[in-house]
């Protein structure tokens, strides 16, 4: 059930959020054995929250779309009185004294938090493996990773255990578990929403955004998460008169052949309906890794550096461990990788300058099996950190947003996504076109 | 310091402080250094 379709039901009477609740919650103490989605189930406040939502709707105080909504959050965000592991032990003992202002905002908004999702250990990888609780797992093959570091919160709508959830995004950590696990995330404009009340990777490069099943709610939770909830109604372009430039060079050199084929379908599809499609470059694109690992290394060991010193045993190995390299990145180093993203982020905007938004697949490659390294390729082993990170992260570096939606399935069933970038600051308008892609989709 | 002065000491600083494994990822960063500066983004004091 989608948000749409709940608050069409809730309203007409045929579903309480006290109902819808339960069912979410039975998915929940059904399925998290098996998937390791959930660190922390909050049942009893989400059964009164939610009676609280009916009881409220019932007395003609109807909050807007998110009223009674069941909802999970990444456990980065703290929720009053309840702990804020990041998935690491290194935070055992925190107990949060206040909600996040995003919280807050989604209460505000009537959201009902079901309880917080697992993730890859304070959000520094993509695959989810590396956490505390152990690894989350992928609804469709549990050998495989629902992507990361969001994967937890991805599981839980692709399985309905919430209706949305909130996830962070550091280097894809929202967009990548979005597409392996076949659902919408969006990765709004750098510092559209605010991370007040998270646990940081890196605040030059960190954001804040929704995990749906339809690019429509995400719309509807990112208008809570901004405070104007219900304010205003998505609206699609024709396809006829949008122009997407697609950025061949480097972002479609490496592709798993299903991937290749599932893009290529993709924009021919969109072509087919009417929209136009041009090549477009982004000239220093080699160099987006380096750019994203200097500032993201360099951030995440400043906030590290204390606990890797006091309490490194409290790390999962894989985590301290590149924490540990991060704290060599040199000051002059950072610098120059900041100046690239200057340089990074005038070739997006040139590349996105006449056309209405860039297309590209989100991940080079269905979810990868847990502990692989490795991920063959056009008959090539390519390390598979760096391959999950390879089309997301050149949007943190730049601030660009980002939205991911299903464009398909591999040869054995695994989702594959299509990703739509916008212009900075014109997250409504991206919403917009990608709702119009995704109506073309199907 | 250059590149290759600096994998060094990282290198040897690891290893004093216990740390051999981070051998393979800090030349992995070393290459991605040297990406970095060869692209020369913020210029040069002596360029013209």
Known sequence: MTIEEFGCALREGRTTSASTTDACLKRIAHGNAALNAFILVLADEAREQAAAADRELASGHDRGPLHGVPVSIKDLFDISGTPTTAGSRVREGHIARSDALLITRLRHAGAVIVGKTNLHEFAFGTTNEDSAFGPARHPRDHQRSPGGSSGGSAISVATGMALATLGTDTGGSIRIPAAACGIVGLKPTLGELPSTGSVPLSRTMDHVGPLTQTVTDAWHVFHALRGDSGATALTAPPLTTLRFGVPRAYFCDVLDADVRRAFDASVDMLVRAGASVVDVSIDHASLIASVYTHIGFGDAAAYHAHTLDTMPERYTTPVRIRLEMARYVLAEDYVRALEGRDVLRSEVDGALSGVDALLLPTLPMPAPLIGAATVRIDDIEQPVRNMMLRLTQLFNVTGHPAISLPCGVSGNNLPIGLQVVGGRFQTDVLLGVARAVEGQLG | ?48
């Open chain 2, 1 to 48: 310091m250059t590149i290759e002065q600096w994998l060094k000491a990282a290198i040897a600083d690891a290893e004093k402080r216990g740390l051999p494994e981070l051998k393979p990822l800090l030349e992995g960063l070393a290459a991605a250094t040297t990406a970095l500066r060869r692209a020369n983004f913020g210029g040069h004091a002596n360029d013209h």
